[in-house]
């Protein structure tokens, strides 16, 4: 692909992703307010958006086995744990914003337990094997992941088990 249609498409596939995301929140806000039908529509524009990113992943080839896809994913994880969070979370500490920190502590604390899993189930995938897996709980306070049962306390942010989402 042409260098700069590349660039465009990765900087469409952000946007997008973004959106998703944004109007996802703002769909259980307006849930949170009373407001149903408003809820959604941001859903159902959200999944537009999924499909607008989902078309510009695939148009950048960014979509192959999943024993490669597991391999990027880990690349990323990986890199939010050892560079971009620490060297974000220091410039929050410098200037004193604490709500950029813990939000960031939590993210960075999930990441390392998420390339971990993920590295167990590509070595899997690269053999052509699926992984046994139980059910997987994810604290909706800051992210923590585990296999199994909701602990009573979450490690990272001592949220109730009440507060555990399982898949
Ligand atoms: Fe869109
Ligand atoms: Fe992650
Ligand atoms: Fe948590």
Known sequence: MRKMTET???AAFAGESQAHMRYKI????????GLPNIARLFEAI??????????????LSGVNTTADNLGVAIGGE????????PAYMAV???QDEKGAVLSMHYALE??????????TARQSAVAKN????????????CGYTVEGDAPDKCPIC?????????F
Do not use: W
């Open 110 to 119: 999930a990441e390392k337990i998420h390339a971990s899993m993920y590295e």
């Open 26 to 33: 703002f769909a259980e806000k307006a849930r949170e307010e």
């Open 130 to 141: 699926d992984i046994a897996l139980g059910t997987v709980q994810i604290c909706s306070v």
């Open 46 to 59: 959200s999944y537009a958006e999924q499909v607008h990113a989902t078309n510009h992943l695939r148009a």
């Open 158 to 166: 001592a949220a109730t088990k009440d507060k555990f989402r399982s």
């Open 92 to 94: 929050a500490k410098l």
């Open 78 to 85: 990986n890199f939010e744990v050892d560079e971009m969070y």
């Open 8 to 10: 465009d498409l990765a």
